[in-house]
């Protein structure tokens, strides 16, 4: 098999610049943990350089025949395919030890893949990946800014995220439409958030899902409060920090219990 069609179906666009995918592998520190899973490795550019970094258990979960049956063709070294959907993948069953993730993200199923690392945010140490150039600039962003949002608040609650680089239309095939970014997360320190983390990501959810009215407004539309006086309801949702959205978390659950 000489090469892999890319189906519209599962958002393939394959990387084909080895410079750039050297570049993906390279930023993967490896600090803290042995265990690897590449997502959706296609045609295996960034396979390869990852092989060369000797990972102590490096996997790749691929949910494409044609992608599965072109590594095993082409990479005699690749031991451990998971012929899966990484969104269906049962993480903890696999992996016994702390894991770094890394891959070019399908564009329609990136943010997914993304609060599946959220819900194992405990055992997946760090995370680099390419995507929408739209998307990784989105949970970069800070307070203040138009684009920051849900998936902003909650992964920096637990990460600490850099965007390394941008990458063009031109090194794909076939080409998106749209510019790619890479972007790394490493987890932080936090081990709780000092609020009930559920409720936490509700209120979060619940505020940005009217984000152009003021907190006042946007909780009030989904908790029955007993009292709404709080000094920062007159702010919008994208001008408070993760602290304060916990802050938030914390006021509205106690409001809720009447103490």
Known sequence: MNKVRAKKSL????????????????????????????????????????????????????????????????????????????????IDS???????????????????????????????????????????????????????????????????????FTVPENVFSPPPKVKSGVVRLRRNETISLGCNEAFFTKVVKACFNQRRKTLRNSVRAVFELKSTEYPLFHLRPEQLSVIQFVNLTNWIEDNLMGR
């Not at 996997?59 to 044609?66: F, N, S, T």
């Not at 055992?123 to 390419?130: A, D, S």
């Open 94 to 164: 696999i992996f016994h030890e702390k894991l770094g993730v890394i891959g070019n993200f399908p564009y329609n199923i990136s943010t997914q893949i993304l609060f599946k690392v959220l819900d194992h945010r405990d055992k997946i140490l760090e995370v680099t990946g390419m995507l929408q150039k739209e998307v990784a600039e989105r949970i970069c962003a800070g307070p203040g800014s138009k684009t920051y949002g849900i998936l902003s608040v909650l992964l920096q609650a637990y990460y600490n995220i850099e965007y390394l």
């Open 11 to 90: 958002g393939q666009h394959f990387l084909k610049d080895r410079n750039i995918a050297a570049l993906i592998a390279d930023s993967l520190t490896g600090e803290g943990y042995n265990s690897v899973i590449e997502i959706g490795p296609g045609m295996g550019i960034l396979t390869g350089f990852l092989l060369e970094r000797h990972f102590k258990d490096f996997r790749v979960v691929e949910i494409d025949y044609e992608s599965v049956h072109y590594l095993e063709a082409n990479f005699p070294g690749l031991t451990n395919i998971i012929r899966a959907d990484f969104l269906l993948l049962d």
